[in-house]
């Protein structure tokens, strides 16, 4: 570069005060050329800026383009490494910022990171900085300073389903606050589209993966994990993956919501079951050991057949609930894997003519937010959806913030009951009491 393309002392102005038109461009004082850059910057008109600084406000062209532009430059002499300076010097960085307010970099950065150990008037001031030049991190240059993209992957079976969506929104207000960005992806409950999600999402480098995974098998998350990604589970785990988990108690879900059923006496009881995964197997077992406690039986086509329940969860609740109306006995209390299993229930139960509480009782599991609109508002057992994604959260920061490598975290979190009218019977009366 030529030593007149800038002059001292002109970078150490407040960019946000230079607002130069075209009308001020002055060809034998190319100086300014860094000057007029900036100001057309601000406005976003990067090919007009750089036509500006080669040609003069005279020679802008109607049909504008990089191929003419070059062009002109070959013939005037201007060379693509001078217009690539100018594009360099267009942009503005943290350091331009830092200057302006005789600040370190460090400072800027860490107000942009919303570090808590920055002052509030320091803060203010950087903020008011920043939206005055409409500046952007470069996450691609700092990503090759840092080693980080500061993305995380969410994989999830189905964002239709409210507890995966408030899980997904819980989890990315608390990576937003350390700076970083969730990319959701999908895997409809398909291990094959899973694994095609999982590699594409780590083709952009993610900093770690968190993911509720629709696989029977922990061979895919094995192999992800040796590579060096960091993983956290969600809501489903595998025995023979050690790894890092965030999720509920299920067995407790299920023994839960079986022996409310049974305090408000339901004598036949059913259950709804989700598929063979972590949560399924867990809340069936829960379900089955209530009843063993208290001595009840396990009734013929009392446990629903296996399917995918994730996805189209309400329509599959009410065709098995369907199936169990169509009993010789049918039960009195029905326990199912979430809730929107749970209103599909319910539908099919007052289409046949039926009473929920009184004729059938139905607790599902979830609490998702809109259990106390629904016709008859369902009970549920919460499975602190929003504190999962927290969680999940706070422990892949604890992973990529640790300069040295972590043991494996299991994070179990304790479910609770939530009574509504779908189960709001007279409970039963122990013998000897009034």
């Known amino acids: 570069m030529t030593g007149s393309v800038s002059r001292p002392g002109l970078r150490r102005k407040p960019l946000g005060r230079l607002r130069q038109r075209r009308a001020d461009y002055v060809p034998h004082k190319p100086y300014l050329a860094p000057r007029i850059v900036r100001s057309h910057r601000a406005h976003g008109d990067l090919i007009e800026a750089l036509f500006l600084v080669s040609f003069g406000p005279s020679r802008w062209p109607v049909q504008s383009g990089w191929k003419l532009m070059l062009k002109e430059s070959e013939s005037r002499m201007v060379s693509i490494l001078t217009v690539a300076y100018y594009i360099y010097l267009m942009v503005t960085t943290m350091k331009d910022i830092a200057r302006d307010l005789g600040v370190s970099i460090v400072t800027v950065s860490k107000v942009l990171r919303n570090h808590d150990d920055i002052g509030d008037e320091t803060r203010r001031r950087v903020l008011e900085r920043v939206k005055?030049?409409?500046?952007?991190?470069n996450l691609a240059a700092r990503g090759l300073v840092t080693g980080r993209t500061y993305l995380v992957g969410l994989v999830v079976p189905d964002l239709?389903?409210?507890f995966f969506a408030?899980?997904?929104k819980s989890l990315s207000d608390a990576l937003r606050k350390k700076g970083y960005c969730l990319s959701i992806s999908t895997s409809e409950e398909d291990p094959e589209l899973e694994e095609r999600e999982l590699d594409m999402l780590r083709s952009r480098r993610l900093d770690a993966l968190v993911i509720a995974t629709s696989s029977t098998?922990?061979?895919?998350?094995?192999?992800?994990?040796?590579?060096?990604t960091p993983l956290v589970l969600i809501d489903r785990r595998f025995s023979d993956l050690i790894t890092n988990y965030v999720g509920v108690d299920d067995e407790v879900i299920g023994m839960l919501a079986?022996?409310?059923l049974i305090e408000i006496g339901c004598k036949r009881i059913a259950h709804l079951r989700g598929p063979e995964n972590s949560p399924g197997i867990g809340?069936?077992?829960?379900?089955?050991?209530?009843l063993s406690k208290h001595k009840m039986r396990l009734l013929p086509g009392y446990v629903s057949t296996q399917r995918m329940v994730d996805v189209k969860s309400r329509e599959n609740g009410a065709q098995l609930m369907g199936q169990f109306l169509a009993l010789k006995l049918r039960p009195d209390g029905v326990f199912c894997y979430n809730d929107p299993m749970a209103i599909g229930a319910i539908h099919t139960i007052l289409d046949a003519g039926l009473r929920v509480p009184e004729d059938i009782a139905i607790i599902g599991s979830g609490n998702l937010h809109y259990d106390t609109e629904l016709r008859v508002p369902l009970s549920s057992i919460d499975q602190q959806t929003e504190l999962i994604g927290e969680r999940a959260a706070r422990l892949t920061l604890s992973i990529l913030e640790s300069k040295t490598p972590q043991r494996s975290r299991t994070i179990i979190l304790q479910p609770q009951l939530v009574v509504r009218a779908s189960t709001e019977r007279k409970r039963?009366?122990?013998k000897g009491k009034g």
């Open 132 to 137: 005055e030049l409409n500046y952007t991190p």
């Open 258 to 260: 079986t022996e409310h």
């Open 283 to 290: 809340r069936l077992k829960g379900y089955l050991d209530a």
């Open 217 to 228: 098998t922990s061979a895919v998350l094995d192999r992800i994990q040796k590579q060096g």
């Open 166 to 168: 408030q899980i997904a």
């Open 160 to 162: 239709l389903h409210p």
């Open 428 to 430: 039963r009366t122990t």
